[in-house]
C-alpha cells in the first residue's frame, strides 16, 4: 500500500500509462472505503489515469437485489439464497416440507443487498463518443427478514426464495458498504460495434454526430452532461444483442420548456438563447428536443423562421435542424 493507502499497484500502474484496466479498477474498487459523496473512489481512479478527466455523472435508483442466509447473531449460513435453496432441497430427499422444518428449527434470516450504481465519465477524446464510462455499485447487505413466515408457509422453493408476505425482522447490517467493479465501456467502440448489427443508423449515434456537428459539440463536451444506459447480451440463438439510450445527467438544473405559443422572431430567439445560457452551452434546447424534454413544436417554430425573415441559428445548427425535419427522430 502507499502511504495514502492506495494500492501499490496504482504506482506501477502509472509508470507503465495503460489504458483504463479492469483489473485495476476491480482493485480500486475493493480498496476504497465507500464515504459521502464517493469522492475517495473518483479521486483515486483519476490519480490512476490523470490523463483523463474524469467525473461521477450519476448515481442510478436505489435498487435492492437477493442476497443469502444468516443466523439470529448474524453469523453467515450462505451467500446466495437460490443456490442454498436449491442445494437443501436435493439433500433433504426433495422433501419440500424437511427443508420447512429445518429453516424453523433453526430460525434463519434471508439477507438482501441494498445500493445503487455509479456512473463515472473520462473523456477520452474530441468526438462526442470519445469518453469511457465505468459502473461500479456501492452497496450494503442487511438481514431483514425471517426466511419465510411460519404463519403463511411458502408452497414451493420459488415462495421460499422470495415470498409473498416476508415477515420482517429489524434489519441489521449483515456486510459493510463496499464498492464492487461491474464494467467499463469504451463508448466509441461500442457505438462501432453497434453499427454492425444494424442496417440503419442507431439514434443515439445520429444524436452524438449532429452534437459533433453543431454549435454544442463546438463549446461542450457531450460526455459531460450525458451518459448511456446500455444493453448488451446474447440472445437464445446465441446472437449478439445490443441497444443504447442516452441519460441526461446535467451538471445544473435546466427548466422545461413547453409552449412558446406566440413567440417569433426575436422574441422566440430571446427565448431560446436564455435556455441555452440556462444549459451552459448553444444549441442545447435542440437535443433536450429530441430527449423530451422540450417539446418538438419549438423545433418546428424555429424552421418556420429560418424559413423567413428570421435566421437566427448558426448555418451549421441550422444545417442539422433541416436534417432532422427531413428525417425526425428522438431518443
Not at 485495476?24 to 459523496?37: F, Q, R
Not at 442510478?60 to 437485489?65: L, P
Not at 473520462?122 to 465505468?134: C, K, L, P, T
Not at 453499427?195 to 443515439?204: A, E, G, I
Request: aromatic share 10%; glycine share 6%; net charge negative.
Amino acid at each position: 500500500m502507499m502511504p495514502d493507502g492506495t494500492p501499490r499497484v496504482v504506482e506501477e500502474h502509472n509508470r507503465r500509462s495503460a489504458r483504463f484496466d479492469g483489473l485495476l479498477l476491480d482493485k480500486l474498487c475493493k480498496h476504497t472505503v465507500p464515504e459521502a459523496g464517493d469522492e475517495a473512489l473518483v479521486e483515486r481512479i483519476q490519480k490512476a489515469y490523470p490523463e483523463y478527466p474524469l467525473h461521477l455523472t450519476r448515481l442510478s435508483h436505489e435498487w435492492y437485489r437477493l442476497g443469502g442466509i444468516v443466523k439470529a447473531d448474524g453469523s453467515r449460513v450462505a451467500y446466495d439464497l437460490n443456490e442454498w435453496a436449491e442445494r437443501s432441497f436435493l439433500e433433504c430427499g426433495q422433501n419440500f416440507n424437511t427443508v420447512l422444518r429445518y429453516c424453523e428449527e433453526e430460525g434463519f434470516l434471508a439477507t438482501r443487498h441494498k445500493g445503487v450504481t455509479l456512473y463515472l465519465i473520462a473523456r477520452s477524446g474530441q468526438h462526442a463518443e470519445d469518453f469511457v464510462q465505468i459502473e461500479a455499485d456501492r452497496s450494503e447487505e442487511l438481514a431483514d427478514r425471517y426466511l419465510f413466515n411460519v404463519e403463511q408457509p411458502p408452497g414451493d422453493l420459488e415462495e421460499l426464495i422470495d415470498p409473498l408476505t416476508p415477515l420482517a425482522v429489524e434489519p441489521f447490517i449483515v456486510s459493510a458498504s463496499h464498492y464492487a467493479y461491474r464494467r467499463k465501456t469504451e463508448v466509441a467502440r461500442f457505438m462501432q460495434e453497434l453499427s454492425r448489427h444494424r442496417v440503419n443508423r442507431h439514434p443515439v449515434q445520429r444524436f452524438m454526430d449532429d452534437w459533433d456537428a453543431s454549435s454544442a459539440g463546438s463549446e461542450k463536451a457531450f460526455c459531460e452532461d450525458w451518459s448511456l444506459r446500455l444493453y448488451q447480451h446474447v440472445g437464445r440463438h446465441g446472437e449478439q444483442i445490443m441497444n443504447v439510450e442516452t441519460v441526461h445527467s446535467p451538471i445544473r438544473d435546466v427548466p422545461r420548456l413547453e409552449n412558446t405559443q406566440g413567440k417569433k422572431g426575436r422574441a422566440l430567439a430571446r427565448l431560446l438563447g436564455h435556455f441555452d445560457s440556462l444549459a451552459g452551452y448553444r444549441f442545447a434546447w435542440y437535443f433536450l428536443m429530441l430527449r423530451g424534454l422540450v417539446s418538438a413544436h419549438v423545433g418546428e417554430a424555429v424552421y418556420q423562421e429560418l424559413k423567413g425573415d428570421y435566421a437566427y441559428l448558426p448555418a451549421r445548427d441550422a444545417a442539422v435542424l433541416s436534417q432532422w425535419i427531413a428525417v425526425p427522430y428522438s431518443v
